[in-house]
T-cell receptor, first 114, second 115 residues
Framework: AQSVTQLGSHVSVSEGALVLLRCNYS??????LFWYVQYPNQGLQLLLK??????LVKGINGFEAEFKKSETSFHLTKPSAHMSDAAEYFC????????????FGAGTQVVVTP | EAQVTQNPRYLITVTGKKLTVTCSQN?????MSWYRQDPGLGLRQIYY???????DKGDVPEGYKVSRKEKRNFPLILESPSPNQTSLYFC??????????????FGAGSRLTVL
């Protein structure tokens, strides 16, 4: 069975500071990992995805995530937070590369302070 | 514009009054799915469909029905809504296979309140 755990339901960062959102996964097969972002009053949209081609994955809006098999982690980072990064972020895992059976984490709400 | 359209966006109803939330996508996606979002629980899958006339239960299917008579439409039916179905609902779609697999396009959400 697959699952993800996101550490921290709320994160507050200062504008210009590092954003670090933690995600650990559990999977019985090599996983496919994703980060989605949800801006206020909107649906989710894909930030980035890991599909085994490279362990460091770059996404939109300056975000990136690193797959670490030894730590079963897929943490999301951004070097310098912007006010527009305020949103909820979801880590997700799939054991298939051919269809959308995604298991989502509980989400991390990011607040950016001036 | 490629999109997933859900209606209604907001609905307040009473226990037991049947309702349908419609979902339509214009991307010719094979895969469609319904999720509910509750605070602290993330998104949980209700039902999904891999093609016309092919549907299957997700993690929390109790109290819901779906149908997939056309590729573009995937309505969610609550035959007898109860207060524990008060939630934010999302419809999503994606391709099956290739680089588009698992890249879900989400609708804007439907906030349902059952009194």
């Amino acid at each position: 069975a697959q699952s993800v755990t996101q550490l921290g339901s709320h994160v507050s960062v200062s504008e210009g500071a590092l954003v670090l959102l933690r995600c650990n996964y559990s999977s019985s097969v090599p996983p496919y990992l994703f980060w989605y972002v949800q801006y206020p009053n909107q649906g989710l949209q894909l930030l980035l995805k890991y599909t085994s081609a490279a362990t460091l994955v770059k996404g939109i809006n300056g975000f990136e995530a690193e797959f670490k098999k030894s730590e079963t982690s897929f943490h999301l980072t951004k070097p310098s937070a912007h006010m527009s990064d305020a949103a909820e972020y979801f880590c997700a895992v799939s054991e298939s590369d051919s269809w959308g059976k995604l298991q989502f984490g509980a989400g991390t709400q990011v607040v950016v302070t001036p | 514009e490629a999109q997933v359209t859900q209606n209604p966006r907001y609905l307040i109803t009473v226990t037991g009054k049947k309702l349908t939330v419609t979902c339509s996508q214009n991307m010719n996606h094979e895969y469609m799915s319904w999720y509910r979002q509750d605070p602290g629980l993330g998104l949980r899958q209700i039902y999904y469909s891999m093609n016309v006339e092919v549907t299957d239960k997700g993690d929390v299917p109790e109290g819901y029905k779906v149908s997939r008579k056309e590729k573009r439409n995937f309505p969610l039916i609550l035959e007898s809504p109860s207060p524990n179905q008060t939630s934010l609902y999302f419809c999503a779609s994606s391709l099956l296979g290739g680089s588009g697999a698992n890249v879900l396009t989400f609708g804007a959400g439907s906030r349902l309140t059952v009194l």
